[in-house]
């Protein structure tokens, strides 16, 4: 039968096994703490959240009130607001970093391929908020006037594109908060998904090609499918980092609780509405309201995460 004793291999000093030891035990020791601390975040949002949920019970998830005078909290509008920027956001973003990562990899001179690599990972360290204010002074009002009005103008509201794309043309809608999170996510995604085809063996590549396979075609049958476990795991923690934006969000999203009924509609996240809303809140309930939507937000990207876990296994070759 295996055992786990360490022992100290022949001609290696008297202190090596217990060094070993250590190192085990200090390796174990980070790794629980990590889960206990995780564990705390969770208990103690699910404690503090405990009284929203009491009171509101299940209508708490489906109820768009959200109404801090009359002290009744629903959290619908915001959980929508969440997956609906989240997943137009990757909808974007995804297609274009695949498409910034192709061209430096397959197409970019190699004289001109790290410098703009490095410009893209520079473009992932900008702060949130600089995003958000860019977001509302230069983005909402170009959108406003060049999409927004030209579509209200063009399509009648009881038609199929106009209900799709109805609203208060002022750039503070669901539809340009996506647009923000795409473009916070988009460097991100693309300086990772080139790190995951320079992984692909140029000798692979050089066979593909060998054969007379197009770059579409490389890409298609031998890039992709080499790193799609990678790619998997980039698009989950993309979303995830979508889910969780804060600042940039709150900017230009328009804050309204009620549901989105179209893409230009305001609306709300739930880290937009406790970013909001937390210092402002000075009754009990309104607290727990505020805690018990962080606690959903965490169940949402524990959700998204065990959702790549089972795509990772799926993927696995």
């Known amino acids: 039968m295996a055992t786990t004793e360490l022992a100290s291999p022949k001609g290696a000093p008297p202190g090596h096994a217990l060094g070993e030891i250590l190192f085990r035990y200090a390796c174990l020791g980070a790794a629980t703490f990590l889960l206990a601390a995780l564990a705390g975040v969770v208990v103690s949002l699910f404690i503090g959240g405990l009284p929203a949920f009491r009171a509101f019970g299940f209508g708490f998830l489906t109820s768009t009130t959200w109404n801090p005078v009359s002290e009744v909290y629903g ?48 473009l992932a360290g900008i702060p949130s908020i600089v995003y958000g204010m860019w977001g509302l002074f230069v983005l909402a009002p170009w959108f406003a006037a060049h999409v927004q009005l030209p579509i209200a103008l063009h399509f009648a509201p009881d038609t199929f594109v106009g209900k799709i794309f109805s609203g208060t043309p002022n750039g503070a809608d669901i539809f340009t908060a996506s647009l923000i999170l795409a473009i916070m996510i988009l460097p991100y995604m693309a300086a990772v998904f080139r790190e995951l085809f320079l992984t692909v063996p140029p000798q692979v590549r050089e066979a593909a090609y060998g054969l007379g396979c197009t770059p579409f075609e490389v890409i298609k049958a031998v890039v992709i499918p080499y790193v799609r476990r990678g790619m998997i795991g980039v698009i989950m923690l993309g979303l995830g980092r979508a889910l969780g934006e804060t600042m940039a969000v709150t900017f230009i999203i328009g804050n309204s609780h009620s549901f989105p009924h179209s893409l230009f509609d305001s609306g709300s996240t739930i880290a937009s509405t406790v970013a909001n809303e937390f210092a402002e809140a000075t009754s009990d309930l309104h607290t727990s309201a505020l805690i018990a939507l962080g606690f959903l937000l965490f169940v949402i990207t524990f959700i998204v995460l065990a959702l790549a876990r089972l795509l990772l296994r799926e993927a696995k070759i």
């Open 75 to 122: 959290a619908a509008g915001p959980i929508a607001g969440t997956l609906i920027t989240s997943f137009l956001s990757l909808l974007v973003a995804l297609p274009l970093a695949l498409g910034v990562s192709v061209f430096l990899v397959e197409f970019c001179p190699p004289r001109l391929s790290r410098p703009i690599a490095i410009a893209v990972e520079l």
